[in-house]
């Protein structure tokens, strides 16, 4: 053989060299066109969730994140700093408020369960009571004996504060929204604790205002030997009121702020003191109040809130001319001293 035909090994190593690199290449390739999407991780970490545990439920209550709150979870101390009673207003044979078919009395039961989840969710430090879960009442024989059981369980269930839910309306004016809260005048723990609901209320854009009344008697809260209050969450004769009243996710947004305004005022006050019954004698301001109407002293108190803000240089007291005095004398009252009204 020539020595000219002898192999030239030094090419088919180079040779050899790139098509080793270029099927290195072409497998890369292949690789990630064809195998690399086969698995891709995946994150199922809600990042709010993960920031708010209480969030996690796989329920409906999910819906209920808000960014225009800072919802605060605690941990368990293993320790019951206070124990809270939840009252959805009415039930069984008592619908309460209906407008357009809608019972009030399903509206606060909704409402109320939802406060208790989350309230639990939030906080395992607070007990959670409610005096029903259901649209049973089989205790309820007429008005008397319902506002009677729903007090007891005040003492029966040992709660710290009663915190009962209603829905409001006053068919006299539909323009007549907001929320408005029932307290006793000498308790200041309850009024801090309202106002704290108020606020998220309008954080939330729940409602764009809220009052706290403290000048009428009724019995869940006059006669109470807790913290107490009456919560109208709204006006289901309001437009803007009711369309958040019967949306699952208004009233998720709602509960949810309810629950963190309770949970977060416990927390911040563990020491808050008991409330405390004023003597007869320092009562009078309050035991000559005329009994009404609950919604009628809502919705006049709202009238005259939106009245005020809507012209700052009317008298509030003009708002309504047919309102009663709460300062006069109720020719139709009962006796002072005889059970107030609900």
């Known amino acids: 053989m020539a020595k000219n035909d002898r ?16 099927l290195c290449v072409i497998s890369l390739i292949l690789y990630g066109t064809l195998f690399a999407k086969t698995y891709t991780p995946q994150n199922h970490e809600d990042p709010v969730a993960d920031n708010n545990p209480a969030d996690s439920s796989s329920t409906s209550k ?32 008592d619908g309460g408020n209906v407008t357009n078919d809608i019972l009030e009395k399903d509206l606060n039961l909704t409402i109320t369960n939802k406060v208790a989840e989350y309230l639990k969710e939030l906080n395992p430090n607070i007990e959670v009571k409610l005096t029903r879960t259901t649209d049973e009442t089989p205790w309820f024989e007429d008005e008397t004996s319902d506002l009677n059981y729903r007090q007891e369980q005040q003492k029966v269930q040992q709660a710290d504060y009663f915190i009962s839910l209603h829905c409001n ?6 323009s007549i929204e907001g929320a408005v809260f029932f307290v006793n005048p000498t308790d200041t723990v309850m009024k801090d604790l309202v106002a704290k609901i108020g606020d998220n209320l309008e954080a939330i854009d729940w409602t764009k205002n809220f009052n706290i009344i403290d000048d009428q008697l009724y019995q869940l809260v006059t006669m109470s030997d807790i913290h107490s209050t009456i919560v109208e969450l709204g006006y289901m004769t309001n437009e803007f009121d009711l369309k958040n009243l019967t949306d699952p996710t208004e009233q998720d947004k709602a ?21 405390v019954k004023p003597s007869q004698e320092n009562s009078e301001e309050v ?16 009238a005259k809130s939106q009245n005020a803000q809507a012209d700052p240089n009317t008298d509030p007291s003009s708002a ?23």
């Open 169 to 174: 309306a006053y068919p006299d004016d539909s």
């Open 287 to 302: 035991s000559n109040v005329p009994h009404a109407s609950i919604d009628r002293a809502a919705a006049e108190a709202q």
């Open 7 to 22: 192999p030239n090994f030094k090419n088919l190593k180079w040779t050899a060299a790139i098509y080793t690199v270029t």
């Open 320 to 342: 309504d001319p047919n309102a009663a005095d709460p300062n006069a004398a109720d020719p139709n009252a009962a006796d002072p001293n005889a059970v107030p009204a609900q």
């Open 62 to 93: 999910s819906t209920a994140n808000d960014n225009s709150i800072t919802y605060k979870t605690y941990k368990d101390q293993h320790e019951t700093v206070a124990t809270v009673l939840l009252d959805a207003g009415h039930g069984g044979m």
């Open 255 to 275: 509960a949810k702020a309810i629950a963190a305004a309770i949970s977060d005022f416990i927390m911040e006050n563990p020491d808050a003191p008991a409330y």
